[in-house]
C-alpha cells in the first residue's frame, strides 16, 4: 500500500480499519441496503420451474476467552509502561466468550450449476438462523416461505430420493458443508483467536464476494452503507 498509494498503514491499524469495513456491511446486509445479485427467477433449468437449493449448518469459530482478553490487556500495559511515553487512556475492554470455540450458522442458497450462489451468516442461535433464512429467501423473491414449508412437512412421503437421483437432482448437503469451510477459513489461521462480532464482520466481507455482491457493495452510495 506504501509504495502503490503512499500508504502507510501498521497491522493493527489495518486489522481495525477491515474489521470496522465488515460490521457496516453486516449492518448493510441487515437492513437489505445492498442488492443480492440474483434472484429465483433467474435460476429455471432448461426452461422448466426455477429450481433452487437452501442449505444450513454449524461451524466453530475459534474466539477470545475472557482470560484470555485480560492477559493480553496486562501484556498491552506492561508495554505501554516499558515505553515511558504518555499514551491515550485504552478504550474499556470488551467481555470475551466463556469457551474457545462458538457456533456460526451459514445460511446458502444456490442453484443447480451453482453458479448463482449467496450466503449469509449469523453467529446467533438456531432461532437467528431461521430468521436470516427467511429475510434471505425474501430478498430472493422465495415468496410465500410458509405456505413452502408447509407443502413440504404436509407431503413427506412424496420426497422420492431415488427418483430425484436419477433426474440428477441434488439432495446432498456437500455444496453448504464446502461453503461453511470457505466462510470461515479465514479466520482459522494459525493462532487466531477472534471477538465475537469482529468475527461476525469478517465473514460478512466474505458472504459479499461469494454472493456475487463485492462491486454492488462498494458502488452503494456511502450514505446509504454507513
Known amino acids: 500500500?506504501?509504495?502503490?498509494?503512499?500508504?502507510?498503514?501498521?497491522?493493527?491499524?489495518?486489522?481495525?480499519?477491515?474489521e470496522r469495513e465488515g460490521r457496516v456491511v453486516l449492518a448493510a446486509?441487515?437492513?437489505?441496503?445492498v442488492p443480492t445479485a440474483w434472484k429465483a427467477a433467474d435460476c429455471?433449468?432448461?426452461?422448466?420451474?426455477?429450481?433452487?437449493?437452501?442449505?444450513?449448518?454449524?461451524?466453530?469459530?475459534?474466539?477470545?476467552?475472557?482470560?484470555?482478553?485480560?492477559?493480553?490487556?496486562?501484556?498491552?500495559?506492561?508495554?505501554?509502561?516499558?515505553c515511558g511515553r504518555r499514551r491515550r487512556p485504552l478504550p474499556p475492554r470488551r467481555k470475551g466468550a466463556?469457551?474457545?470455540?462458538?457456533?456460526?450458522?451459514?445460511?446458502?442458497f444456490y442453484d443447480e450449476a451453482a453458479r448463482r450462489q449467496h450466503v449469509a451468516v449469523t453467529a446467533g442461535n438456531h432461532r437467528a438462523a431461521g430468521r436470516l433464512m427467511r429475510r434471505e429467501a425474501g430478498?430472493?423473491?422465495?415468496?410465500?416461505a410458509d405456505r413452502l414449508l408447509n407443502y413440504v412437512s404436509d407431503r413427506r412421503e412424496m420426497i422420492r430420493y431415488p427418483e430425484f437421483r436419477a433426474r440428477q437432482w441434488q439432495i446432498g448437503s456437500g455444496p453448504t458443508e464446502s461453503q461453511c469451510r470457505l466462510?470461515?477459513?479465514?479466520?482459522?489461521?494459525?493462532?487466531?483467536?477472534?471477538?465475537?462480532?469482529?468475527?461476525?464482520?469478517?465473514?460478512?466481507?466474505?458472504?459479499?464476494?461469494?454472493s456475487g455482491q463485492w462491486q454492488t457493495y462498494w458502488q452503494t452510495p456511502t450514505s446509504a452503507r454507513t
Not at 183 to 210: C, F, M, Y
Request: hydrophobic share 35%; charged share 40%.
Open 1 to 18: 500500500m506504501e509504495r502503490a498509494a503512499q500508504v502507510k498503514l501498521c497491522g493493527e491499524q489495518l486489522r481495525q480499519i477491515v
Open 183 to 210: 466462510t470461515v477459513e479465514r479466520l482459522k489461521h494459525p493462532g487466531q483467536r477472534w471477538d465475537r462480532r469482529n468475527a461476525e464482520a469478517i465473514t460478512a466481507l466474505g458472504s459479499l464476494e461469494r
Open 98 to 108: 466463556d469457551q474457545s470455540y462458538k457456533e456460526f450458522k451459514v445460511v446458502f
Open 139 to 144: 430478498r430472493l423473491r422465495l415468496h410465500a
Open 44 to 82: 429455471r433449468v432448461d426452461g422448466e420451474a426455477t429450481r433452487i437449493y437452501a442449505g444450513c449448518d454449524g461451524v466453530m469459530v475459534p474466539l477470545v476467552t475472557d482470560a484470555e482478553k485480560e492477559k493480553r490487556r496486562a501484556k498491552v500495559r506492561e508495554k505501554r509502561r516499558k
Open 29 to 33: 446486509q441487515e437492513a437489505s441496503a
